[in-house]
């Protein structure tokens, strides 16, 4: 059975629009937390979401080889806001908020502000290399092509392996203090790291 002209042309229009929503993010996470576990994310409008200072978890071990082949463990910035920026090479949203984040990192630095970055799904370090001297990203990242790092870094439910972009902030203590699951600009981020830049 052969579908008419009109049908197909139907079918075209359905195809594109799902090609057109799925270009604009890499996650398919909507937004949830998922896998379980209490956060303690309080959702903001802005689409980040913070956690009170009291009621703040701790990341678990992450660390790694950066993409340059050097060994990094996020422990050692304690004492600094440390925002950690998931990403890939291969992800449209992560390559629209790159020149934010190279930005904001070039002017946080003298403030104790640390970025590192967390490289995945990508098969080999040339790619991510690559993204990082196309958008002149000045931080290092961590290489995780199979998202072990993210599954194992983050406590249960903070962050969703899926989720990608996504920014996490910790406070000068390490711990999770804001999170978001989703492409930020330069006014977005800079509004996420001012109020711990900011806390005694």
């Given amino acids: 059975m052969s579908l008419s002209r009109a049908s197909r042309r139907t079918l075209l229009a359905v195809g594109s629009l799902a090609a057109a929503l799925a270009l604009t993010a890499c996650s398919s996470d909507n937004g949830k937390s998922g896998g379980g576990g209490n956060t303690n994310f309080v959702t903001n ?9 009291g009621e703040r978890k701790a990341v678990n071990k992450i ?76 931080y290092p990242s961590l290489f995780d092509p199979t998202g072990k790092l993210i599954l194992s870094g983050f406590p249960k439910g903070s962050m969703p392996p899926q989720a990608i972009p996504s920014t996490i902030v910790l406070d000068r203590d ?15 981020l800079r509004s996420v790291i001012d109020p711990l830049v900011a806390e005694k």
């Fill in 45 to 53: 409008t802005g689409g980040v979401s913070t956690v009170a200072k």
């Fill in 63 to 138: 660390a790694g080889q950066t993409l340059d082949g050097k060994r990094l463990d996020v422990a050692d910035l304690k004492g600094k806001v440390v925002v950690l920026n998931i990403w890939g090479s291969w992800c449209p949203p992560c390559r629209a908020e790159a020149p934010h984040f190279a930005k904001v990192a070039k002017d946080m630095k003298a403030k104790g502000v640390e970025f590192v970055g967390i490289n995945t799904r990508d098969d080999e370090t040339d790619k991510g290399r690559s993204f990082e001297e196309e958008f002149g990203i000045p």
């Fill in 174 to 188: 390490g711990k999770i203090a804001a999170r978001s699951l989703m492409a930020l600009d330069e006014t977005k």
